[in-house]
């Protein structure tokens, strides 16, 4: 053990247990994007530092990127994000596409900050994008999306939310309280730190950015004030239709949802985990109709959300809704080997099966038949077939429910319906 190399710190080994639910999350994340009909895209994982450097911020910029040079010196980033990516392609073809567009993917990203339960450096992620439409209607699809996937993991409304807000409201409020444009971004990322902060350290930063005591007051206020959703006209149509998508349960307003990037420009959105011991944020995200022309494009209004699959991974654990028999075997069948002079015929048997659509994992070697079995049950088996000298002569195969421990014989050609009626049972179909 003191020869191995450590993995780079912030990153994961994905053994097949962890591997399978991340899979489990996947196949989620397709069906019910697919159900709302958003299309699977992907971009590079390598972009250059500028794509990001405008309009991502600062601090995500120069703290938290993986940066390197290139062997001609230009500066290459591990992506940590993908809205720049994605902006970036629909502006090279943004006349040859159809719009609005539903895009969706679920890839790896890094971020270099320090590691915690339910962060790392290296994670996957879910990101969903409605580009096309300006209006508080395609703002609720995105939560209604968050929430249906919610729904289909098994999380109910009582243990996450989806808060929203939303900035030109909070623009208004800051400069009813005289706080300038220009500062506005600054006490946008003073109002994301709220819950990351002490009380102390929160109101050192406000005081670093330049705040003042009676604005200080009056964010404070400003934050405590769970109504004044009701003042915003995109709010309230946004509220009605989140209700005609049916997850009003999952969905609630907080002045405290802000989102720190500053490419953010109407509704933002941030799901929590409300149940659990630790209040986590899961997915966040919001309305950017600039993006697009600042990286060279035409105006188009664009609004989406981004989720990391650690944070819910953590939050299914300490619920019990993680998938079960995570160290399965995709095969639910085992061919065994009886001796060596069957072996050829077995390993035949496991590829006639396989033509019909059977999972098969085939034994490697003869080996005494418990120990087989007892194989079979480790990697989650539920049948074992047996291909011993007299099944062989008469076109036979010996089928064991490893279940039940029971037992048939049929013939050959009908092995495949047998196997298959078997697993029906089990499944309960």
């Known amino acids: 053990m003191k ?7 912030g990153t994961r080994d994905f053994y097949p247990q962890d591997k399978s639910v991340n899979s489990w999350l996947y196949q989620n994340i397709r069906e019910v994007s697919e159900s709302f009909g958003y299309q699977e895209f992907d971009g590079p994982f390598l972009e250059s530092i500028d794509l990001y450097a405008a309009k991502s911020g600062e601090e995500l910029v120069k703290e938290q990127s993986f940066v390197f040079p290139d062997k001609s010196g230009n500066l290459i980033a591990l992506r940590p994000e993908l809205t720049p990516s994605l902006v970036r392609m629909i502006a090279q073809q943004q006349q040859q596409l159809y719009y609005p567009l539903r895009w969706w993917s679920f890839g790896p990203f890094w971020r270099y900050e320090s590691p915690q339960k339910g962060r790392g450096r290296e994670f996957f992620q879910w990101n969903a994008d409605l580009i096309g439409v300006d ?15 919610f729904k289909k993991i098994g999380l109910s409304s009582t243990q996450v939310k989806v808060f929203v807000n939303n900035r030109r409201l909070i623009e208004g409020e800051l400069s009813k309280l005289d706080i300038s444009p220009d500062k506005q971004g600054k006490v946008f990322r003073l109002i994301d730190r709220k819950d990351k902060l002490s009380d102390k350290e929160w109101s050192s930063y406000a005081l670093k950015i330049g705040i003042e005591t009676k604005q200080f007051d009056g964010i404070k206020k400003l934050l405590s004030t769970d109504d004044m959703w ?10 009605s239709a989140v209700d005609a998508l049916g997850v009003k349960d999952y969905v609630e307003y907080s002045p405290r949802i802000i989102r720190g990037l500053d490419y953010y420009t109407g509704t933002v959105f941030e799901a929590l985990s409300i149940s659990t011991d630790v209040r986590r944020s899961i997915s966040g995200g919001g309305r950017y109709d600039n993006l697009l022309a600042d990286v060279g494009g035409d105006s188009l209004p664009g609004v989406g959300f981004a989720m990391g699959d650690m944070v819910v991974n953590v939050i299914l654990e300490e619920l019990g809704l993680l998938p079960e028999n995570r160290s399965s075997s995709p095969a639910k069948v085992i061919v ?4 060596a002079e069957s072996q050829m015929a077995s390993y035949q048997l496991g590829a006639e099966l396989r033509q019909t659509g059977l999972n098969v994992y085939s034994y490697p070697t003869p080996d005494k038949l418990g120990k087989q079995f007892r194989h079979a049950d480790r990697i989650g088996a539920k049948i074992a077939v047996i291909l011993g000298p007299d099944e062989i002569s008469k076109q036979q195969v010996a089928i064991k429910d490893l279940k039940t421990r029971e037992q048939v014989t049929v013939s050959r050609s009908e092995a495949a319906a047998a196997i298959q009626g078997i697993l029906d049972t089990d499944s309960g179909a």
């Open 135 to 149: 209006s508080p209607e395609a703002d609720a699809e995105m939560a209604a999306l968050m929430a249906e996937f």
């Open 230 to 239: 009701k003042e915003s006209t995109e709010l309230v149509q946004f509220f």
């Open 3 to 9: 020869n191995i190399i450590n993995p780079v710190k």
């Open 336 to 339: 065994t080997v009886f001796d």
